[in-house]
């Protein structure tokens, strides 16, 4: 039925999609539902405890049987910068006098954990059938270690330099990341934002360079894009944004409703946030900090200075200072179950490859 079954022998699943970690915004439930549909579940551990995560790793076995995918960051931690966080803030200091916030108040720092040896000793533990890596991959000991555990790995190109760099140290398969997709982008062996290929380019270009499974990500929420992806030579897609509007996401109402409204304009890389590039809808403070500021502390300190900002903004009903992370096809989004539109995505797909082979 699918052109390319190599995802589907590497993973077991049923469908060639993969669920992609959204960090902040998704738990266990999420992933439930795409495995219930057929696709890979991802669980997002850049923001959680390993306590939390393997709470949420014996959920997803306790109520499915099904492969699952543990995710992970892979940046190089950098340590505050205090003028440059003293800088930021004064930047953001109106905001805080308009919210009648101490534009002076502590905040605790944001956190956005790399991959490291606690989080290894639980990949070994929890065995997860596949494990991927943001930002490049963990370093060659940590990695080795979840290879021993069984466990599939996969990383982020988001050009076809990153592509062969992952393959040659150690990947199983290559997410090909375009510029369309939403959240951080996965850079690591590049920081120039405006080159950033889009998916129809940078999958085909992937898939001549390697010769593991490469997997399309950006732009793709219906079943015309999972069938392109196929036409670029992809053997299986990763879909984020179309679960963002499902029940089973942790969205606020009042994300969801800036997501319902979100037009084909709506979206921006920005390092305003969190202080790497990242696609989100755009809001108040990206249009008028950013969307890219040279202001911003490094990954992951920008983001501190919003948390109160965000808060304080929410009560009021507003997204100004809410990152809500989405890619360009953000109104493509349905409001239905995760494993209903998992099943949909998956058989719109197939309508379309059978129609292009007819």
């Not at 959204?22 to 696709?39: H, K, P």
């Not at 696609?279 to 490094?298: I, K, L, Q, T, Y």
Request: hydrophobic fraction near 50%; proline fraction near 6%.
């Amino acid at each position: 039925m699918w052109p390319d079954r190599r995802l589907l022998d590497l993973f077991k699943i049923d469908v060639p999609i993969v669920q992609a970690p959204m960090a902040g915004v998704q738990d266990v439930d999420v992933m439930i539902g795409a495995a219930e549909g057929g696709a890979l579940g991802s669980l997002p551990c850049a923001m959680i405890s390993a306590e939390k995560a393997r709470e949420q790793v014996n959920i997803f076995r306790q109520r499915i049987s099904a492969p699952l995918n543990m995710n992970f960051f892979c940046h190089t931690p950098v340590d505050a910068d205090a003028a440059r966080e003293a800088g930021w803030r004064k930047r953001l200091e109106a905001y805080y006098k308009e919210l009648g916030l101490d534009p002076g108040m502590t905040v605790q720092a944001a956190n956005r954990a790399p991959f490291d040896a606690q989080m290894c000793e639980l990949v070994e533990e929890l065995k997860p059938e596949v494990v991927s890596f943001h930002f490049g991959l963990p370093d060659k000991a940590l990695l080795k270690r979840v290879k021993a555990a069984g466990s599939i790995v996969i990383g982020s190109a988001t050009i076809v330099k990153e592509a062969v760099w992952l393959e040659q140290n150690g990947a199983d398969a290559i997410i090909a990341q375009g510029a369309e997709a939403g959240g951080h982008r996965g850079m690591f062996l590049t920081q120039n934002i405006a080159s950033q290929p889009g998916t129809m380019s940078l999958v085909p270009q992937v898939v001549d360079a390697v010769k593991v499974p490469v997997i399309a990500a950006g732009g793709i929420a219906d079943g015309r894009g999972i069938a392109a992806a196929f036409a670029l030579g992809a053997a299986g897609v990763q879909i984020g944004t179309a679960y963002l509007r499902t029940p089973e996401s942790k969205v606020s109402a009042l994300g969801q409703a800036a997501l319902a409204a979100a037009a084909d304009d709506a979206t921006v890389i920005t390092n305003v946030m969190t202080g790497r590039p990242a696609r989100g809808v755009m809001n108040r403070v990206m249009r008028e900090v950013g969307p890219v500021s040279p202001d911003a502390p490094a990954f992951p300190h920008a983001a501190t200075a919003f948390a109160p900002l965000k808060g304080a903004a929410e009560k009021l009903g507003r997204v100004d200072f809410t990152n809500l992370w989405a890619g360009q096809s953000v109104a493509l989004g349905r409001q239905i179950g995760a494993a209903d539109l998992t099943r949909a995505l998956a058989a719109e797909a197939l309508d379309r490859l059978r129609g292009l082979s007819g």
